[in-house]
């Protein structure tokens, strides 16, 4: 959906080059930002300089893999130069994870000054449909229309009311029971709870599957907290970075092996839910399937570990590492009534397998939030595992995959910043990821995505557990909803609409 350019570039139409090198995206005319000034190629060209400075910490720099330029002929032209041939050129500025910003508003926000912006972030100036007038962390955004929005038909609604904070419970209530609001997100419930609210006549669940994926990450690097400012950070020149366990083989694969695929399912998800060991579920041509992982195996697991040397040496029933390490895990998640249930599972297989773990369950604004001076973020991973699931923008996952390449690691001189969540590092994943970037053919790109999908979870970078539907409530008054599992749910918030009577 062209939402800014008039039209979506191809090989066919000329926006790409036949040479596969770059993309040329025409702006169309016209379009303003909500203060009423013009958008232009020079706003997209900063976006990138602000998302790929070294001192920066974007988020999604995975996006902008294998760009070495971006030029501006004139102001509605921006032109894409990629390294080398791009067969899926449609990373930088696509999909509502590659956002464009404003030059005007964010060019004192460039490098290690990007962390001071909280002015600018908690009130974007934008292109879309509603203006933000109120930004109260943890708690609510205040919106009202765009008066420059570039349908002056749309929006239908003067104001919208985004409330944060909360949990599931609290927001699928105030959709289905209460009628508070309209639009309930991301509602990771039992399914009997549900079920339950919709008995309240106010609202509708709406739920489909894309490539969201519940996963266990595994740390990679030492969190322990005597390395002070090296803690989880990979590559540290004194040494010591690595994880004094889950580096092993046998003991990330007896952890998954000790698990309940199934009942976790059945338990936190229902019909929403599918078991599966993919990184990357779906598309289906995508989705690499781990043989037996369905099944759990705890004496298996046992054997597993008891080879690899890792003995209850003093009956205590927790292992100790063949340094002597005693196997203890802090696992961490978002506070959830289902993750909640999860971790109470999970340490119970653990301890069947010799395995000590503390759970820690922290509020998900802090979780999710990435404030560089919290400790608590899932991005600085001070803990042995965390849970939690994300997915990606569009069909195609070269640039979710990306988030297993080596210099994606979060660490201090990027605040914090990144994809590679577990600091999952192999030259063979980066030198496969870097083919796909190079390859037309969609049944190899299929083919080479299977096996970097494969690559992760053999190798240690995560345990997946639950392929879980999206699923959200929508009040029916509330009309024009088209719940969109590859990309934002608010993706076509323009046309929503009250329904009369």
Known sequence: MPWLASEIPTVGNGGVSEDLTTITWNITPGIVWSDGSAFTSADVKFTY????????????LTKFEGVSSVDTPDDLTVVVTFEGPTPNPYGPFVGGESPIIQKAQFEGCIGADASTCTEQ????????????????????????????????????????TFKGGGDATAAGRSVMETGEFDYAWNLQLAPDVIAGMAEGGLGTPVAGFGPLMERLMLNNTNPDPARGDMRSVKDDPAGGSEHPFLGDPAVYKALSMAIDRPLLVEIGYGQAGNTGCSWVPAPDAYASPIDNCEVQDIAGANAMLDAAGYMDTNGDGVRETPDGVPMSILYQTSTNAVRQDFQALIKQWWSEIGVETEL???????FFGGDAGSPDTFQKFFADVEMYANTFNG????????????????????????????????????AMHAQLTQTADIAERQRIGRELNAMMV???GLIPLVHRGRVSAHANSLGGIVLNVWDSELWNVADWYRIDG
Not at 49 to 60: L, S
């Open 395 to 430: 069909t195609d996952p070269q640039a979710y995959l990306g988030n297993g390449l080596c210099n994606k690691a979060p660490r201090p001189d990027t605040q914090w910043q990144g994809e590679n969540i577990s600091r999952f590092c192999m030259a063979e994943y980066d």
């Open 360 to 366: 820690r369950n922290i509020d998900a604004s802090v």
């Open 121 to 160: 972030n908690f009130g974007p100036i934008g292109t879309g449909p509603f203006v933000v007038t109120e930004f109260r962390t943890n708690d609510v955004i205040q919106m009202v229309a765009n008066e420059n929005y570039r349908d002056p038909n749309k929006p239908a609604f003067a104001s919208v």
């Open 49 to 60: 300089d602000y998302c790929t400075h070294p001192e920066g910490g974007c988020a999604q």
């Open 458 to 460: 053999e190798n240690g």
